[in-house]
């Protein structure tokens, strides 16, 4: 018998006896047996690829149990929640208002009536570092959210986009890196004018490149793996991947380095302050403190020692968190 007789007599799996055009039926047990099993479908890689994607949130959920026995991170926590609570309870715990000068106790050390101390206009010291916490603390807030979140997309675009997309994109990165951090920040206010909102700005567009830089290396070593791959099979959009696969599975990182240089901000605001660009008078921020004490620090120590120590303070407990933080969501800490 010839291979085209062999074909004729063939059965037909559909059970179509006639000359017309197939209707799509399943194939019966039969016709699977002397055909092969259909192609493999779009669900089913997904449910393959599911064993290989990590659990997220159990894995965050063991990142979390971690924190909570980790003493770095209780102690950090201790001293930034103390910091953070007094700015919040300032109207309750301070007993004197913060810019009313006392001009019969100028520059006093600490005493029963001022536990601070008063600064070069009789002020109380106390009351004006807990209140100065609600300008230094969310200053620093601000600039990490504002870096974060014009960093992080633009590095998970430039490794996600293709090589013109990417030179293109980190090419402007490579144009701020070129600026010190400092100079950048002061012809950005130079521009915009002193404050405390050109400060936010100024700092939080310095920050840029750091998250930018970790966003696209994480990216492009993303963006290779099965269930990236499983999602453009599926026929998932560009801007889905990215926002549902690619930045759920690079945001780790992202965090803890968000977490460390939340101290940073913190220090370059209360620093630009000190300079006399940041934080104008009336209002005061622990770095205007700082630069208005300074010349009086040989009459009174405390007009430098409180607001340098509570700086100190909150800047060693974000920087313990960071580092607890970034233990505990370190693959390689729970191998060994």
Known sequence: MTADSDSVN???????????SPELVALSSQAVQHWGSPITTGDDIAAGIADDVPNLSRRRMRALRELLRSRKFLFGSILFGAVVLAAIFAPLIAHYNPDFPNYNDLNQNPSSAHIFGTDYLGRDLWSRVVWGGRTSLP??????????CIGVPWGIVAGFGGRLIDDLL???????????GIILAFSIVAILGPGIPSVVVALGIAGIPGYARVARASTLSTRELDYVAAARAQGASAAHIMRAHVFRNIVD????????????AILAASALSFLGIGTQLP?????????????????????VVFPAAVIIV????????????????????HQR
């Open 314 to 333: 909150t800047v060693l407990g974000i920087n313990l968190m960071g580092d607890a933080l970034g233990e505990a969501l370190n693959p390689r800490t």
């Open 283 to 303: 209002a005061s921020d622990w770095g205007t403190m700082l630069s208005n004490g300074y010349n009086y620090m040989f009459e009174s120590y405390s007009q």
């Open 170 to 180: 980190m090419r402007l990165i490579d144009v701020l890196l070129a600026f010190p």
């Open 10 to 20: 063939r059965p037909d799996p559909a059970g179509n006896q006639d000359g017309d």
């Open 139 to 148: 200053a620093g807030c601000l600039i990490v959210v504002l870096s974060f």
């Open 253 to 264: 990182p992202l965090v803890i380095l968000a977490t460390l240089n939340l101290s940073g």
